[in-house]
Nanobody, 125 residues
């Protein structure tokens, strides 16, 4: 059974940092694109960042414009773990953050094969 389990959410002041982790199990995720979405109250779920397999052990990272330069996504050595380092956090970053995995190169909401249960990130002003 495939599972994606997030951790690392919490409450932080504006300007602070948090690191989210997602551990995937139940299959091999080496060539899967893994990433993060978020959903704020009353809003649609939106893409945040993803890391897709390029070749060998090389992965390519890409980001939503709203987090570029502030968030960094990375894969763990075992390639079934993905991290999201969030810095310079803003109140508008407040949301439930979901880990996601897809067999496709592009991380698109409709193409996600597996979802985590979500972790709350709250940024106070």
């Amino acid at each position: 059974q495939v599972q994606l389990v997030e951790s690392g959410g919490g409450l932080v002041q504006a300007g602070g940092s948090l690191r989210l982790s997602c551990a995937a199990s139940g299959r091999t995720f080496t060539t899967y694109t893994m990433g993060w979405f978020r959903q704020a109250p009353g809003k649609e779920r939106e893409f945040v960042a993803a890391t897709r397999w390029s070749s060998g052990s090389t992965y390519y990272a890409y980001y939503a414009d709203s987090v570029k330069g502030r968030f960094t996504i990375s894969r763990g050595n075992a390639k079934n773990t993905v991290y999201l380092q969030m810095s310079s956090l803003k109140p508008e970053d407040t949301a439930v953050y979901y880990c996601a995995a897809t067999q496709f190169q592009t991380m698109d909401l409709r193409g996600v094969d597996y979802w985590g249960q979500g972790t709350q990130v709250t940024v106070s002003s």
